[in-house]
């Protein structure tokens, strides 16, 4: 089966900057689309942003101008580029890959933005 490990997470003060990875393991070549997911305490998962396998990519308002989505093929593994980094942005991080019939998710990656 498909697992997907996260990391990058962590403590960073406001302003500051992260960069969140997720590597896949299995025998796969790419994804049809794969997206960050996001979920703060009390409150719904909310979708961050997506790419497809061909490096097409969308976000969510509160991510435009300071995210950025990745994917490095080679690796088996996308990114989520963090920057300017706000208290509100402060959640677990998830990480989803769509495989046509099946879909896959990664443990989640915490990530708290204080000073």
């Known amino acids: 089966q498909v697992q997907l490990v996260e990391s990058g997470g962590g403590l960073v003060q406001p302003r500051g900057s992260l960069r969140l990875s997720c590597a896949a393991s299995?025998?796969?070549?790419?994804?049809?689309?794969a997206g960050w997911y996001r979920q703060a305490p009390g409150k719904q998962r909310e979708l961050v942003a997506t790419?497809?396998?061909?490096?097409?990519?969308n976000y969510a308002d509160s991510a435009k101008g300071r995210f950025t989505i990745s994917r490095d093929s080679a690796k088996n593994t996308v990114y989520l580029q963090m920057n300017s980094l706000k208290p509100e942005d402060t959640a677990v991080y998830y990480c989803?890959?769509?495989?046509?019939?099946?879909?896959?998710w990664g443990q989640g990656t915490q990530v708290t933005v204080s000073s």
């Open positions: 989803n890959e769509n495989w046509g019939l099946r879909s896959y």
């Open positions: 299995g025998s796969i070549f790419n994804f049809f689309a």
């Open positions: 790419i497809t396998r061909d490096g097409i990519t």
